[in-house]
Each structure stands twice: as C-alpha cells, then as structure tokens.
C-alpha cells in the first residue's frame, strides 16, 4: 500500500484526501483548521500534528493550498517537505497558484532529488466529493506517469499540460474564459429580463443555439432550467466569487508579465472585485446575475 502525505484539507483537499483513503492509499494529513483534521479523520485519514511530519516517510506528497505564497513556505520552508521528505518522493500540488511560483517551487524539488508536478484543478466542491476533478498537469513526463494512480483516484479527467508550470498555466487561461463567459451569460440572462422574455425561453433557445456555453448549460445563473446549479440554491457555493476573482487576478497578473492582451479578462477581475467588495464575494461565482440584474438590493 502506497502512502500519501496530504498537507491542506479545505472544502476542495478535504474531499480529495478521503478519495485516496477509499483507492486504498494510507493517508497522513495536515491542516492547520481544527474542524477540518476531524472531518478527514472520520474519513479515514491519519491526522498529524506538522508539515514535517505529514512528509516523512511517504511515497507522495499531496498538497492543496491557498496562494503561491503558501506553496512556497510548506515545499521550501525550514520545516518543509523538502526538509523531511526522503529522497525521490513524488511532490503533486493541486494548488492554484502563479505560474512562477510553481515553476520555483518545481525547481526547488528537482535539486533536491524529488520529482514534482503542478496539477491544478477544476471541478469544484462537487468534482471533489465525486472524484470527477479535471488535472491540469504540468512537469516531466515521467512524472506524469508516476501520479497517474493517484490523480485517478481523486479524478477523472487527466491532461498533461506540459513541462513546470503548465499545469497551471492551463487553469488560469480557462478560468479566466469561465468567468468572461459567465459574465456574458448573467448578461444576456438580465437583458431578457428586461425585455420580457422568460428565462426559460431564452435557455431554451441559446442551450441549443449559437449562444450554447458552459455557464448556461450546465451552470445557469437563472433558477429554474438548470435544477443542479447554485441558483436554485440561494447561489450557495460550487465555486465562490472570491475564488474566481483570485483566478482572474493570477491571469491579469500573468497576462502583464507576458505582454499578453486581456481586456476582457480585465473587465471580468474589475466587475468580480466590485462584487466582492460589496460583500458577496462567498456567493457562487453565478450569483453575479444579482449585481447585473440590481436584484441585490432588492432581495439579498
């Protein structure tokens, strides 16, 4: 039995480790949140007390975490996995993260005789709990080969990206389409409303049109047409607006360092920021419709 060292267990690591634990991996993991380690204990996790100890002595270390910055403490840091981890240890970070910092971190662990890939992902909460995530992976080949038994297990869908970084690469580019595209659908969604035409109707017609995308077929923003999307559940998160907004900021930022031209990645992060900062940045990214549609002061 191979075992697994998993370092993060919010509302996406959480459910991933406990898909390992099922594939019959021996998970030891670490959050600093008190409520999660006992949600993954019940789980079938084996909880340990520190970064350090989650590294040692395991045949992977998986990690799931907030920012770059994060990444860069627990891999690199004095009491990191690179500190306590045994040589050739797989290093998998599903993290979102910056480009530069993965490849860093990537980097760090080639030096120090661990092989390492960034394998963001998508899916949501849902995708988690299910074990039907997307990977985007990026690193060596061989790399990609050593985690396929245990992105399996926690996904469904598996795509080599590329060389360090890749991974995340891909998962900033479609995040940053996602959320222009939602935008685009609140948009026409609010329009129809105002000129009379049931939302029904409009789904209908576009679901099956040139309009057809993502965001309305199997996300819509409107209740009703779509029974699974948050909609219908007073825009509970699936995938918070602050989340998409980070996402937009790691493209915009990307975008800059490259010379890339983005404008409407831009306008995206801008209106995502507003909605934050009028406090509803813990809604579901669909939830924006309200701002759109100026049904938020009414009703929320």
């Given at each position: 039995?191979?075992?697994?060292?998993f370092?993060?267990?919010?509302?996406?690591?959480?459910?991933?480790?406990?898909?390992?634990?099922?594939?019959?991996?021996?998970?030891?993991?670490?959050d600093?949140?008190?409520?999660?380690?006992?949600?993954?204990?019940?789980?079938?996790?084996?909880?340990?007390?520190?970064?350090?100890?989650?590294?040692s002595?395991?045949?992977?270390?998986?990690?799931?975490?907030?920012a770059?910055?994060?990444?860069?403490?627990?891999?690199?840091?004095?009491?990191?996995?690179?500190?306590?981890?045994?040589?050739?240890?797989?290093m998998?970070?599903?993290?979102?993260?910056?480009?530069?910092?993965?490849?860093v971190?990537?980097?760090?662990c080639?030096?120090?005789g661990?092989?390492?890939i960034?394998?963001?992902v998508?899916?949501?909460?849902?995708?988690?709990?299910?074990?039907?995530?997307?990977?985007m992976?990026?690193?060596?080949?061989?790399?990609?080969?050593?985690?396929?038994?245990y992105?399996?297990?926690?996904?469904k869908?598996?795509?080599?990206?590329?060389?360090?970084?890749?991974?995340?690469?891909?998962?900033?580019?479609?995040n940053?389409?996602?959320?222009?595209?939602?935008?685009?659908?609140?948009?026409a969604?609010?329009?129809?409303?105002?000129l009379g035409?049931?939302?029904q109707?409009?789904?209908d017609?576009?679901?099956k049109?040139?309009?057809?995308?993502w965001?309305?077929?199997?996300?819509?923003?409107?209740?009703g047409?779509?029974p699974?999307?948050?909609?219908?559940?007073?825009?509970?998160?699936?995938?918070?607006?602050?989340?998409?907004?980070?996402?937009?900021?790691?493209?915009?930022?990307?975008?800059?360092?490259?010379?890339?031209?983005?404008?409407l990645g831009?306008?995206?992060?801008?209106?995502?920021?507003?909605?934050s900062?009028?406090?509803h940045?813990?809604?579901?990214?669909?939830?924006?419709?309200?701002?759109?549609?100026?049904?938020?002061?009414?009703?929320?």
């Amino acid at each position: 039995m191979a075992s697994v060292g998993f370092i993060g267990l919010g509302n996406m690591g959480g459910p991933m480790a406990a898909n390992l634990v099922k594939a019959g991996f021996a998970v030891k993991a670490f959050d600093l949140g008190e409520a999660a380690c006992a949600r993954a204990r019940e789980r079938g996790c084996t909880i340990v007390p520190s970064v350090a100890e989650a590294a040692s002595d395991v045949d992977v270390v998986v990690s799931m975490l907030p920012a770059g910055t994060h990444v860069r403490a627990v891999y690199t840091g004095p009491e990191g996995v690179l500190a306590h981890a045994r040589p050739g240890t797989l290093m998998i970070d599903c993290s979102t993260i910056d480009v530069d910092s993965a490849r860093v971190v990537a980097k760090a662990c080639e030096e120090a005789g661990m092989a390492m890939i960034d394998a963001p992902v998508s899916g949501g909460v849902g995708g988690a709990e299910a074990g039907t995530l997307t990977f985007m992976v990026g690193g060596p080949d061989v790399s990609f080969e050593a985690a396929q038994p245990y992105l399996q297990a926690m996904g469904k869908t598996i795509v080599h990206a590329g060389g360090a970084g890749n991974g995340q690469a891909a998962k900033i580019c479609n995040n940053m389409l996602l959320g222009i595209g939602m935008i685009g659908t609140c948009e026409a969604f609010a329009l129809a409303g105002r000129l009379g035409l049931d939302a029904q109707k409009l789904f209908d017609i576009s679901s099956k049109a040139s309009g057809q995308n993502w965001s309305m077929t199997s996300y819509c923003p409107v209740p009703g047409p779509v029974p699974a999307s948050p909609a219908n559940r007073a825009y509970q998160p699936g995938f918070a607006a602050d989340m998409m907004l980070k996402d937009l900021k790691l493209a915009q930022d990307a975008a800059a360092k490259v010379g890339a031209a983005t404008p409407l990645g831009g306008a995206a992060e801008a209106l995502y920021q507003l909605f934050s900062a009028q406090g509803h940045g813990g809604m579901d990214f669909s939830g924006i419709i309200k701002m759109l549609d100026g049904s938020l002061g009414r009703d929320a």
